[in-house]
């Protein structure tokens, strides 16, 4: 058992404080973790007492271990007043279900997201970056680059997806923003999930009554024909869940990483100058930036051995993703944003049986967008020091409030 579990104290918070200096840095904590042995204990917003993994090697372990339960939602130990030991998976929850459940909706779901779909969509993923780069070359800037580029672009493919209408964005998008917010209190948190939940209940009963080519609609069919028909809470409980993590994380990842480029200006010309290196870039930035920052909450079914230390059953534990990210023993001098970094999968998808299943999709548009931005606006910059910059501390995905930013025009 470690130093820090027999400890008579108290745990220390759960890390979340960043260097203002490089707040694309996860919390320093995590290095003095990683040269810890075994894990390290941490007290959490939700009122429980975690075992933080941060070992890139520790992290794979446990994500691939089928006594590790997700019950609770990825980062729930960071929701104030979760009750995390009562928590019951709801029907159709991919991220929360175990074992058989989770294989059937999974097994559902897959045909969605082969390579060979969502290779399909990369041209009108292209196209889309391309009409929205026009509508900034329309402008004469400052304009927000969250607003007008980073989350209109994953918003429409995964309206896309599903069969969603695109005039509906704000219905969702206002109320996804208080459920990833660490800061917003259960009450607020649940309005804000009746609200979606009803909206997503009203597409699935359309989708039914009238099925289209749309990811949802052919789910519907995919269940019936297998004999596994999803009830309507199955399918809005999936659909929220794809809507969430279809838009949240990949406009993040967009504003995030072009930040990231605009402050290394020589890894920007070598990414301009070889747009070839695209999807070895994007590789790169989503290990070095690792959004979802708070990691991925698991509970113990069983007694489980991580690296020389046995974990109880019943003990909570999250992987800090970011922190095997940065791990040195497997990428050297991983603070380091290095677009030619030789390929070493990254922790940022998860690991094991729940790895992102939207994980090629994302790639996809993350390529687009660093294959055409800096080509075709390459005086790109930001219009404020980047000391104004907010970043977002307070979310379950990392990234940035607004970015203003401007260029030469012609």
Known sequence: MSETMNAATDPAPFPISRDSACPFDPPAEYARMRAREGTTEAACPAGVNVRVVSKYADVRTM???????????????????????????????????????????????????????????????????DDHIDALLAETGPVDFVHDFALPIPSLVICELLGVDYGDRDRFQ????????????????????????????????????????????????????????????ELVTLSVTLLIAGHETTANM????????????????????????????????????????????????????????????????????????????VFPDADSLNLRRDATPHLTFGYGVHQCLGQQLARIELQEVFTRLHQRVPTLRLA???????????????????????????
């Open 63 to 129: 994500l691939r271990n089928p006594a590790m339960s997700s019950k609770a939602a990825p980062s729930t130990h960071m929701v104030m007043g979760a009750e995390l030991d009562d928590r019951v998976p709801a029907p159709g929850s991919v991220l929360t279900s175990d074992d058989a459940g989770h294989a059937r909706l999974r097994r559902l779901l897959a045909p969605e997201f082969t390579v060979r779909r969502m290779q399909a969509m990369r041209p009108y993923i292209r196209k889309l970056v």
């Open 174 to 233: 206002q109320q996804t923003a208080v459920l990833i917010n660490t800061t917003s209190d259960i009450a607020l948190m649940s309005q804000a999930m009746h609200q979606v939940n009803g909206f997503m209940a009203e597409l699935v009963l359309a989708k039914q009554a009238r099925p289209g080519d749309d990811l949802l609609s052919r789910l519907i069919a995919r269940a019936e024909e297998s004999g596994q028909e999803l009830t309507v809470e």
């Open 254 to 329: 967009i504003a995030l990483s072009t930040l990231v480029l605009l402050r290394q200006p020589e890894q920007l010309a070598d990414l301009r100058a070889h747009p070839d290196l695209a999807s070895t870039a994007v590789e790169e930035m989503l290990r070095y930036l690792s959004i979802v920052q708070f990691g991925v909450l698991r509970q113990a079914t069983g007694d489980v051995t991580i690296g020389d230390e046995t974990i109880k059953a019943g003990e909570w534990l999250v992987a800090a993703l970011s922190a095997g990210n940065r791990d040195e023993s």
């Open 384 to 410: 404020v020091p980047f000391e104004d910059v907010e970043f977002k501390h307070d979310a379950l995905v990392y990234g940035v409030r607004t970015l203003p930013v401007t260029w030469d025009s012609e």
